[in-house]
């Protein structure tokens, strides 16, 4: 008892587990009473249990495993997680339950495995009892089959998978035990109550007895279907009909049969495929082609044995099935024919679909064997065929059927009609369309009149099966021939005729169910759906005007055909007979003088023959009379113009007027032919053409006519009848042209020798080409190239032109409507008939077996050699016919080859065979077009690619239909090759909304495509998604729900999800072609009769019955139109009759009172859904449904929200006409209108949007002549949507969404719009960024600043961010939209937009600038211009520049200036007065002073000889400063500002001379320090100048090169003047020197440079500039600008990568300057450099870099940096934060370490000699790499100036470092070069130490980085010269002439302007710069003399005496 005290103690579910059975008893009585009381089915206590449920079940203990049943049953029937539980529980139920003796343990075990079934898990149940089916118990066994026996009972087959139970049910029958037969008995006389006669075959096998058995149980059965009585959880509505049902007593049988039937299943699916191939005997192939007949039968009755299995494998059949077909061809002995065709018959019904790949090779065979007599053969050879149609379709073996329709054994003409006979019973109007029915019934008609009686039988029998078919209305138009007799014959036939189905009716609603039958070929399946559900009616309906399409254009092809049937036929009559006609209806007169000899007369009694016709009757008009008498003598000889116009004329009013046949036609043709080319009858003889045409059809007529021209010689006749020919073709449309008529007639002419027939036949080709497209070309591929080219020009004329409406036509035999159906149907199926036309090659005997083997071949050489063979067939023969022998079986092969290479070219000959085939392709699809898409399953893309490529050209050909027939796509799909998979769903959701229709076998692809749906693969499922809506669109979302029955639960939601997402989305399924409207009712007629009309002129009753959207398509598309716009959905227009045309005639818009204003209150108070939303969401489109249902009529709303598109293009049509009638109510309901409006922009149909902006325009058009203003509320809840469209891709819509914008600013304020543009313009999509700019621009320009919302500086600031856009078009459109503002508000822009980059900032001012050269700014602009600087200049421009504008405020000055300087140049003569006077730098003065004239630099009156004057340049230093910057003193900052502006001018004249005035200050000693405070400013126009010619001066072509560089000379001019002056280089700013050095290290790199003249130098002084900045800059801001250059340059991955060599050059010289700076450097601002620069590039991101350079350079800085200040280093980290984190702290705590152990303990008073040979010691070891770097430099021809230079660097740095050793191998001339390099820099550095450079830019430098071969002269006596020597020597000549040299240092003539004039003065003359400067001192010099000669005396009289001299050393060393 104290144990029972403990486990009573427990919860109930550890009482459950218990050891001990009591305790699991009472935990399961608890458990029982728990889940009773349970009332949520989601409750979490039902978790606890989850995984004790099997234990309740297999409890050991028999007493509590009773009651452990009874909790568990409880459990699964309320837990809504017992589904998790079935696999265990119910593998416990049969393992430990079936086997218990106690029936209630049973009854309960049974009880369970039904309720699991309930709850949805029927296959889990199923799957483990048939597993319990193989238990050695047989009381475990028996029991299974019972609850098998009982759930298919309860529950139907449709819930029970029968296949699995069939196929074990045989073994079952075997069973030794007696119960286990006896339940087996039971549970197949169960199964035989729901599949009836299915079960049949699978138990053909089993004991003869049980057999019998059985048979009698089943005769014993109800023929009543039976009924399914328990329902799954998801079944409950149909519970609850079933209750209702058996409480009414079955009266609803009806609908249980509808269901029954769906359910039917076909016994082919129940049995198992056997494999056969491998059984056959494996001598067989020897045996089928012995010689004794013996073994011939031995083999074929062994493949008969096989083939007797009802279900066969799939696999390659194609040797077996070419066997079987030889016998029958070729075996002489009859016997074994019938048993190969036995074989044959056996082989197709055991494979079905899969056999319709043999089908194309079997059935020519077949039906030329029915010559055979012998009736045992006749009836096997009618078997095969039969069954071998039920695998194929009639489409792919009409060919083959036709080809024998016309043999001469009348047998096989028999037998092949009774063939089609048989056939077309399988069929319905779907599968029989008029395509194929037609050549049959041609062929009929003529076996009709066949002078064998069985051949007419047959012949009779086929027409009337086919008419019992597609009914009478179908079949008519090609029996109008057929006599009366022979018709009742046929419709006797017709009466007689049973259809597949059981049923005698035809047509109608029977389609339906014949298709059904068709589905599954075999009879036993047929029977089993003889009556088609009803149900399924309402989903096909939709489908239903496109099949209906068929049949229903047989009025369209009765009326093509009526000018033939109505014809006027008329016999030929005598010429007395016409004369006594004529004589009674013309005057006698007119009779007597129509052969007179007198013309006059001729003529007088023309004009009465006219009068008289004019006059008459059509009914008494004797037109063949008439027109005889025309021709009677002369005739058409007339020698007079004007008799013979009158002729020609009459014979058109003849035709125009009278019932006018062929007969008469006939007798005027020739001559009126005859006088096409006259020049003065040509027009009456081509009007008298057309009006033949009229009268008795275009296509004949001018057949005949083209013909009788041909006929003729005369050039003249031939070109006017092609061009008459080419017009009627415009005027009467295409339809009936025989084009193959035309085609040789037309390559006559074209191969004429007169050009002008040349020219028609090619203009003609033209028109025919608008028609026709592209095939009309394959008509001429042989034609010569040079043909072909003019041929190809015209087409391409004509590309894109839609062909014009036909004007003429048959008028008098047929209304409008039937002669457009015939011009569409014409065109529809125009492309097919022109592939027909097309001359085609039998290529089927150069097939050899030979080449055939080849491609089967072992060696891959081999094949590809017979594949190429076939490539040169195909090639050859260009369009072949449909039978090419062997050729597909041995493609196929090729198609799974090892090589990829072969398979690739196999694909490419199957692409050729498509081409060169046309549409007879499609009987190929089966046996070579499924293979291309197994291709689509290959590893490689490159194969994939050709695969898709080939399979599209075949679809092309083929259409979709015949590839989604049968099972063999689904068969594909069902490969788990996730290649294979994305590539067929992506293709079948591009090809299925194209279609009308799909074959029905579509759903068999359904299950693989769910599967697809959670394959492992993402891009599988994603592509399953797509494709998805395109699988719905056609077989209906109902359909496609109920095919998730049979998925996992878990899987079925997850589809069922995707399912409902899909609906959504799902596309709009295509209409009918257009000439399905003659189905229509005669009223919706004239709807499409307006082609040409817009839609809004047609009315709401016309429109609402119509498919077409918009009627123009039909001119643009010649070839289906309508295929892409139609309508599903017809049954509404179609059904709604008269009632809904009653129903449209009221108002469409009904006006509400304040019905606006509840719904504004209603948001308001957030009652409804604000309209607000990225994508609409359902609650959105219902919410407004509901409130519009009140303010439209409610046709209109189902109309608007229908799913159809097209139905919301007719709705909008309706609403545009009501618009302007129904205003009032418009405008009441104008929120909702809108909205609705805001959905449509979601749409993708462009035809939609399109009508929806038409009418948005048309509505905001007339709001506007209204007055009304939207409110926030309706604007607010659409133009946020509207704006999202002009973003839209295509143009026509952005320009009408801007179109209406524009009118929305007249209905909606401006500067409401505009913030609402400002939000569109932080789109992501740039095209709508780029338009709402635009938009904005468009707002400032009319509406002014005060536009700009919220405030012009905010929106403008939001603006300018888009300047920097990557988007070309977004940056335009922001450049724009600034420069509006511009031209607004002027200057004040710049203090709008901000701070810009740099690179911004020069794009805006060049917009700013070309806006102002292209469009002259309006008046009021101007004066606005001229007032503002004027009210108070010295305000704008002096006050604060001292203190404000130049510090803080530099770039928005040095802006204004440029602007102002701008708007100078633009309006001079109106601006010139208001501008003050220094900014104008004295013009007028300048203009009318010679004094101040000098100052200005005159570039081109200058003498060039005055170069040579360097003596000169001290002088000019001691200048007095100009008198213009005297006069201007007191403003000089002022002035300076101004003049930097204009050095970035874009005008490089101004800049010139702006450059040329900064150098005159920098030049002045006294003077330079005005610079001061601007240098930053000035460098920043400097290199914006650089950019600008780098940008835009360069790339311009038509500048002269010698002006950029004579732009690119002053600008380096003044930059060596400004960095030989240390106080103001230091000036400079780290972020402009970081520019500027960015813009000279491209100017390096720029290639351009190199191809101007003297390039070389311009570069060579660059170089000199860039040491000369790295010298004098701060040494603290140049190397930060270096380090931040060098990240940016390695960041960036557009640039060179030389940019970042030179940077690291340039560091690599600051770091050897470092000795010497390192006390004027700011450490802690260089390592915060270095530490952002090692973030950016840490240590392992450097050494990944291409090169190690950057890596080398860091780490030399930080070491050289370490071994100048020591530990002290660590000290000078202060700006970098979280310097613990940083990379940097801990390389330089290791370098310092390091660097303390190599020191030791030394002395800090070291010397600075001592400091440097201790860094020689730390890096001894690189030495050797360094100089070999050195060594390399000075040996390459471009670096070798650079390398001495580095060189002699070396030797100075390190005086006793080694060069021995490289130059020990060099030769005698390289060392002596070294040497003699390094004395020159020596020299060249002791001569630069001593004298002030000149800033005079010298071309050949004295740097180490300018290797010049012009800096070294060699004199006679071959000694080195140098320009110091030079001077050396002149100092001794002035000492002996008694000269003083004691002229100051800093005035002596700097050394490199004294080099050029000795070593050469050639590249002196050159530089363009020194030209300035020298005439600038020239001028100077006359200047000084004559106004202070006290001061100029003494230096002139020196310089002149200099000059002297100097020329005299340079003759005597000539």
Request: proline letters at 5%; aromatic letters at 6%.
């Amino acid at each position: 008892m104290g144990d029972d005290s403990e486990w009573m103690k427990l919860p109930t579910d550890q009482k459950c587990e218990h050891k001990i059975w009591k305790a699991r008893l009472n935990g399961y009585e608890e458990a029982l009473k728990l889940f009773q009381r349970i009332q949520d089915e989601k409750s979490p206590e039902w978790g606890k249990y989850l995984g004790l449920i099997k234990r309740f079940v297999t409890d050991s203990n028999a007493v509590a495993q009773l009651k452990g049943l009874e909790a568990a049953f409880v459990y699964v029937e309320n837990a809504h997680v017992a589904g998790k539980t079935t696999g265990e529980v119910v593998s416990g139920v049969v393992g430990k339950v079936f086997n218990q003796p106690k029936a209630r343990a049973k009854e309960l075990g049974t009880d369970i495995c039904l309720m699991y079934i309930e709850i949805e898990k029927a296959e889990a149940v199923q799957d483990e009892l048939i597993k319990g089916l193989d238990n050695k118990n047989p009381k475990i066994v028996v029991a299974c089959i019972e609850a098998l026996r009982k759930a298919l009972c309860e529950f139907g087959s449709k819930i029970i998978t029968l296949k699995p139970v069939v196929k074990v049910l045989p073994k079952l029958f075997e069973s030794r035990e007696k119960a286990v037969r006896d339940e087996a008995k039971l549970l197949a006389v169960e199964i035989y109550r729901w599949i009836r006669d299915a079960l049949r075959p699978p138990l053909q096998n089993i004991n003869s007895v049980q057999l019998k058995e059985l048979e009698e149980e089943w005769v014993k059965l109800p023929t009543a279907a039976p009924k399914q009585t328990r329902f799954l959880r998801s079944q409950q509505d149909l519970k609850t009909k079933f209750e209702q049902q058996q409480a009414a007593g079955g009266d609803n049988a009806d609908c249980d049969n509808e269901e029954e039937t769906e359910v039917r299943v076909d016994p082919y699916e129940l049995l198992e495929a056997v494999e056969i191939l491998s059984k056959l005997p494996k001598d067989f192939y020897e045996k089928i082609e012995a010689k004794k007949w013996q073994e011939r039968k031995e083999a074929l009755e062994a493949v008969e044995a096989l083939t007797k299995n009802p279900k066969l494998e799939n696999g390659d059949y194609g040797d077996l099935v070419r066997a079987l077909k030889k016998v029958i061809g070729k075996d002489a002995n009859v016997m074994l024919v019938s048993m190969a065709a036995k074989c044959l018959a056996a082989l197709a019904a055991g494979l079905r679909k899969k056999f319709g790949t043999y089908a194309v090779h079997v059935v020519p065979t077949i039906l030329e064997k029915f010559k055979e007599k012998k009736p045992q053969v006749v009836q096997a050879l009618q078997e095969a065929i039969d069954a071998v149609f039920l695998t194929t379709t009639l489409q792919n073996i009409s060919e083959d059927v036709l080809a024998v329709m016309d043999n001469k054994n009348p047998s096989i003409k028999q037998q092949a009609s009774l063939f089609l006979a048989r056939s077309f019973r399988h069929c319905t109007p779907s599968t029989l369309p008029k395509s194929v029915l037609k050549p049959f019934c041609a062929a009929f008609l003529k076996q009709v009149n066949d002078s064998a009686p069985e051949v007419r039988d047959a012949a009779f029998e086929a027409l009337g099966t086919a008419m019992k078919v597609v009914g009478e209305k179908a079949v008519n138009p090609f029996l109008a021939d057929v006599e009366k007799l022979k018709l009742d014959k046929i419709k006797e036939c017709a009466d007689k005729v049973e259809l597949v189905g059981g049923k005698k009716v035809g047509g109608g609603g029977g389609e339906k169910k014949e298709k059904q039958a068709a589905k599954a070929p075999p009879p036993v399946e047929a029977s089993a759906k003889p009556s088609g559900p009803p149900k399924k009616a309402p989903p096909a309906k939709a489908a239903g005007p496109p099949k209906k399409g068929k049949p229903a254009s047989a009025p369209s092809g009765k009326s093509k055909k009526a000018p033939d049937t109505k014809e006027i036929v008329e016999t030929e009559l005598s010429l007395e007979v016409c004369e006594e006609k004529a004589a009674a209806v013309l005057p006698a007169s007119c009779m007597q003088l129509l052969d007179s000899t007198n013309w006059k007369e001729r003529l007088a009694s023309m004009e009465e023959f006219q009068r008289a016709v004019e006059q008459m009757d059509k009914s008494e008009m004797p037109c063949q009379s008439l027109v005889k008498m025309l021709a009677k003598k002369p005739g058409w000889k007339e020698t007079n113009f004007q008799v013979m116009q009158m002729k020609l004329h009459i014979v058109g009013l003849i035709a125009q007027k009278g019932s006018f046949s062929k007969t008469s036609a006939l007798v005027v043709l020739d001559g009126l032919v005859d006088k096409i080319g006259d020049v003065k009858c040509g027009s009456n003889a081509k009007e008298g053409l057309t009006a033949i045409g009229e009268a008795c059809s275009l296509p004949w007529t001018a057949e005949q006519v083209v013909s009788m021209a041909f006929a003729q010689k005369n050039p003249k006749n031939q070109a006017e009848t092609l061009n008459w020919l080419a017009n009627a073709m415009k005027e009467f449309g295409f339809a009936g042209i025989n084009v193959k008529a035309f085609i040789n007639n037309v390559k006559t002419a074209l191969g004429a020798t007169n050009p002008a027939v040349r020219t028609s036949a090619i203009a003609l080709l033209g028109v025919m080409y608008l028609y026709m497209g592209a095939p009309l070309r394959m008509f001429f591929e042989d034609e010569k190239p040079a043909l072909l080219l003019q041929i190809d020009a015209e087409f391409e004329k004509m590309q894109g032109q839609s062909p014009p409406a036909p004007i003429r036509g048959t008028k008098k035999t047929g209304g409008m409507e039937e002669r457009e159906e015939a011009e569409e149907e014409e065109v529809d199926c125009g492309a097919g008939d022109i592939m027909d036309l097309l001359p085609r090659t039998d290529i089927s005997d150069k097939i050899t077996s030979d080449m055939v083997s080849k491609i089967g071949d072992k060696n891959w050489k081999i094949r590809k050699e017979g594949l190429d063979e076939v490539t040169a067939v195909i090639s050859e023969a260009k369009f072949i016919q449909a039978n090419i022998g062997e050729l597909p079986m041995a493609l196929k092969g090729r198609l799974n080859d090892s090589n990829k290479i072969l398979v690739q070219q196999t694909l490419g000959i199957l692409q050729q065979i498509a081409t060169a085939m046309g549409p007879a392709l499609k009987q190929h699809v089966k046996n070579l077009g499924i293979p291309i898409i197994t291709v689509l399953g290959d590893s490689k893309s490159n194969v994939r690619a050709a695969a898709m490529t080939t399979l599209n050209a075949w679809v092309e050909q083929t259409g979709m239909k015949e590839w989604l027939e049968g099972e063999d796509l689904s068969e594909e799909l069902k490969k788990e090759n996730p290649f294979l998979r994305q590539e067929v769903l992506g293709w079948l959701a591009e090809k299925l909304p194209t279609m009308h229709t799909v074959p029905a076998d579509l759903m068999q692809c359904v299950p693989p495509l769910y599967a697809c749906l959670e394959d492992r693969s993402g891009d599988v499922r994603k592509k399953a998604q797509d494709a998805l809506p395109t699988f719905m669109m056609h077989l209906s979302y109902e359909k496609m729900n109920k095919a998730t029955g049979k998925l996992k639960p878990a899987s079925k939601d997850q589809v069922i999800g995707m399912l409902e997402k899909a609906r959504a989305v799902m596309p709009a399924k295509p209409a009918a072609p257009a000439k399905a409207a003659g189905s229509k009712p005669a009223s919706s007629a004239p709807a499409s009769k307006p082609a040409s009309a817009p839609a809004r002129n047609q009315t709401p009753s016309e429109d609402f019955g119509e498919p077409e959207p918009k009627p123009d398509t039909k001119k643009t598309k010649p070839a289906g139109p309508m295929a892409k716009k139609g309508v599903v959905g017809k049954k509404l227009p179609v059904k709604a009759g008269a009632k809904d045309e009653e129903d449209r005639s009221g108002p469409i818009f009904i006006l509400v009172p304040n019905g606006k204003e509840q719904r504004i209150k209603e948001e308001k108070a957030l009652k409804i859904l604000k309209w607000n939303f990225m994508t609409p969401r359902d609650e959105y489109v219902e919410q407004l449904k509901t409130q519009m249902s009140t303010c439209l009529a409610k046709w209109l709303q189902d109309e608007l929200f229908h799913f159809d598109f097209q139905r919301h293009v007719k709705a909008i049509g309706v609403m545009i006409e009501r618009l302007e009638v129904e205003s009032e109510a418009v405008i009441g309901s104008l929120d909702l209108v809108l909205k609705w409006f805001t959905l449509r922009f979601f749409d993708t149909n462009t035809s939609v949007l399109m009508k929806v902006l038409e009418f948005l325009k048309l509505l905001f058009t007339m709001l506007s002549r209204k007055n009304y203003q939207l409110n926030d509320y309706e604007a607010s809840s659409f133009i946020p949507y509207l704006i999202l469209k002009v973003g839209e891709s295509k143009d026509v819509v952005r320009k009408d969404v801007r179109a209406i914008l524009t009118i929305l600013c007249k209905v909606y304020a401006a500067s409401k719009v505009f913030p609402l543009l400002m939000d569109g313009t932080k789109s992501k999509n740039s095209k709508q960024r780029s338009e709402c700019l635009e938009e904005l621009g468009c707002l400032i320009e009319n509406f002014g600043m005060n536009v700009c919302q919220p405030t012009p500086a905010k929106a403008l600031k939001e603006i300018a961010v888009h300047i920097g856009d990557r988007d070309t078009t977004v940056r335009n459109a922001a450049l724009n939209t600034v420069v509006a503002a511009y031209n607004t508000c002027g200057e004040q822009v710049f203090k709008l937009i901000g701070n810009l980059s740099e690179k911004e900032m020069s794009m805006l001012e060049e917009r700013i600038k070309r806006s102002a050269k292209k469009t002259p700014a309006p008046a009021a602009k101007q004066e606005r211009t001229q007032k503002e600087p004027p009210t108070n200049p010295n305000a704008t421009f002096l006050r604060k520049p001292a203190q404000e504008e130049v510090p803080n405020k530099l770039k928005i000055m040095y802006r204004t200036y440029r602007i102002q300087a701008r708007a100078q140049n633009a309006h001079l003569e109106q601006s010139a007065p208001s501008i003050p006077k220094e900014f104008q730098l004295d013009l007028d003065v300048f203009e009318n002073n010679h004094t101040c004239a000098s100052d200005i630099p005159d570039l081109v009156q200058h003498k060039l000889d005055e170069v040579l004057e360097p003596v000169m340049i001290p002088e000019r230093k001691m200048r007095a400063v100009s008198p213009h910057f005297d006069d201007i003193h007191n403003s000089t900052a002022s002035t300076i500002n101004f003049v930097i502006s204009q050095v970035a001018s874009g005008d490089m004249n101004t800049s010139i001379q702006a450059l040329a005035q900064i150098d005159e200050v920098l030049r002045q000693a006294d003077k330079a320090e005005a610079m001061s405070g601007h240098i930053d400013q000035f460098l920043i126009a400097t290199f914006m100048q650089l950019r600008l010619i780098y940008n835009t001066h360069m790339a311009d072509d038509r500048l002269d090169k010698k002006d950029i560089f004579k732009l690119y000379s002053c600008i380096i001019g003044n930059m060596l003047s400004l960095f030989s002056m240390e106080n103001l280089a230091r000036e400079a700013s780290m972020g402009v020197l970081k520019d500027l050095m960015h813009g000279l290290i491209t100017l390096m790199l720029d290639s351009r440079v190199e191809d101007i003249e003297d390039g070389q130098q311009l570069i060579r002084s660059v170089n000199l500039l860039v040491v000369r900045v790295l010298e004098k800059s701060d040494q603290t801001n140049i190397l930060s600008a270096l380090l931040v250059l060098l990240q940016d340059s390695l960041t960036s991955t557009a640039g060179s990568p030389m940019f970042s060599e030179l940077v690291m050059k340039c560091l690599w010289r600051m770091i050897r300057f470092l000795p010497q700076t390192i006390n004027s450097i700011n450490l802690d601002r260089i390592l915060l450099d270095v530490h952002n620069f090692m973030k950016v590039f840490p240590k392992d991101k450097l050494k990944q870099l291409k090169s190690d350079v950057p890596h080398r350079t860091l780490k030399t800085l930080l070491h050289t940096l370490c071994r100048l200040t020591g530990a002290k280093i660590l000290d000078h980290m202060s700006m970098i934060e979280n310097r613990n984190e940083s990379e940097l702290e801990a390389h330089l705590r290791r370098v310092v370490k390091h660097s303390v152990n190599l020191s030791g303990l030394k002395s800090d008073k070291i010397t600075e000699k001592g400091a440097l040979r201790s860094d020689d010691k730390v890096i001894k070891a690189k030495v050797s790499d360094i100089l070999s770097e050195i060594f390399k430099k000075i040996g390459s021809k471009e670096n070798t100036k650079e390398g001495l230079t580095e060189l002699y660097e070396y030797k100075q740095k390190y005086s006793d470092a080694d060069l021995e050793p490289f130059l020990r191998n060099t030769s005698q001339f390289f060392q002596s070069y070294v040497e003699r390099g390094l004395r020159m820099i020596e020299s060249e550095r002791e001569g630069k130490g001593r004298i002030q450079t000149s800033t005079v830019i010298p071309q050949h430098s004295t740097d180490s980085y300018l290797p010049s071969s012009s800096s070294v002269s060699i004199s006679s006596n071959g000694e080195d010269l140098n320009a110091a020597a030079y001077y050396e020597r002149l100092k001794i000549l002035r000492q002996r002439r008694g000269l003083e040299n004691s002229v100051p240092e800093e005035d002596r003539p700097p050394l490199s302007s004294l080099r050029p004039s000795v070593a050469s003065s050639t590249d002196m003359l050159h530089s363009k710069l020194s030209q300035l400067k020298e005439s600038r001192e020239h001028f100077q010099q006359e200047q000084s003399q004559s106004d202070r000669p006290t001061r100029s005396s003494s230096p002139a009289s020196n310089l002149d005496d200099l000059k002297k001299r100097l020329e005299r050393i340079k003759s005597n060393r000539q």
